[in-house]
């Protein structure tokens, strides 16, 4: 693992709201909004570009947390920027904060957390057991 990144530094993305991005279960839209689920997955994808460049060839990053203060809502055709910033990195976990924002507005913040591991132990942890 690459020790390239430091507390503080920072990793922004944007995604745009999608109809089928909206809070749905079963099919049945439950609010026309962009869900925490969503939110949830760009923001580990934001986490995630440090990951992209501290990670060996043979490494590989693999979720450990994921907090989402969900604060407003986002809808369908507006841009959410996540921005991503190192908290720590302790062995070979990165935790992250991160703010997301439309036009501006805050709509959520909170926390993720990867391990950046060998290829070869992910897959040991991955194998079932006979």
């Known amino acids: 693992m690459k020790q390239i990144f430091k507390p503080g530094d ?3 993305t944007r995604y745009v709201v999608r109809p089928e991005d909206v809070a ?4 049945e839209v439950v609010h026309p909004v962009c869900s925490t689920f969503t939110l949830g997955r760009e ?3 934001a986490g995630r570009q440090f990951v992209l460049e501290m990670r060996e ?10 907090v989402i203060d969900h604060k407003a809502p986002a809808f369908v055709g507006e841009e959410i920027v996540v921005t991503a910033i190192v908290d720590k990195i302790e062995s070979h ?18 926390k993720t ?6 290829r070869e132990k992910i897959n040991r942890i991955f194998t079932r057991p006979s």
């Open 93 to 110: 976990e990165l935790i992250c904060t991160f703010e997301a924002t439309v036009n501006g507005r805050i709509i959520a913040t909170g």
């Open 10 to 12: 920072r990793k922004q």
């Open 113 to 118: 957390g990867q391990k950046i591991l060998s």
């Open 57 to 66: 060839a043979h490494e590989e990053g693999i979720g450990t947390q994921l």
């Open 24 to 27: 749905a279960f079963g099919g």
């Open 43 to 45: 923001v580990e994808w």
